[in-house]
């Protein structure tokens, strides 16, 4: 079993920032690729960003680019989401997922790939 965590959420205005973690836990030995994904009030869950467990790869929606930062600090098996600038539209749950497959760039994003989740941290950014 894997156990994946979620914390740093919060409110906050546009233009301000955020640092999301997300804690893993329990048979860790087999993730290689996890992933941040967001899920706004009646739309579908999108994937925001992705990194390749021991790896530099990462990846990005478009709309986080040159904003959001993934990251990953392996020694205390916890993966972040740093995010700045922030818009109205970044309002949404927050959840991290994990794979045992490695971030490919033609699927990262889809969330039926991931065999893990947490559940969520909310992410409220006023105009």
């Known amino acids: 079993q894997v156990q994946l965590v979620e914390s740093g959420g919060g409110s906050v205005q546009a233009g301000g920032s955020l640092v999301l973690s997300c804690a893993v836990s329990?048979?860790?030995?087999?993730?290689?690729?996890m992933a941040w994904f967001r899920q706004a009030p009646g739309k579908q869950r999108e994937g925001v960003a992705s990194?390749?467990?021991?790896?530099?790869?990462?990846y990005y929606a478009h709309s986080g680019k040159g904003r959001f930062t993934i990251s990953q600090d392996i020694a205390k098996n916890t993966m972040y989401l740093e995010m700045i600038s922030l818009k109205p539209e970044d309002t949404g749950a927050y959840y991290c997922?994990?794979?045992?497959?490695?971030?490919?760039?033609?699927?990262?994003?889809?969330?039926?790939?991931?065999?893990?989740w947490g559940q969520g941290t909310q992410v409220t950014v006023s105009s």
């Open positions: 990194i390749s467990i021991g790896r530099d790869s990462t």
């Open positions: 997922a994990a794979d045992p497959a490695y971030c490919a760039t033609d699927n990262w994003y889809l969330s039926r790939l991931y065999n893990h």
């Open positions: 329990g048979y860790t030995y087999n993730i290689k690729c």
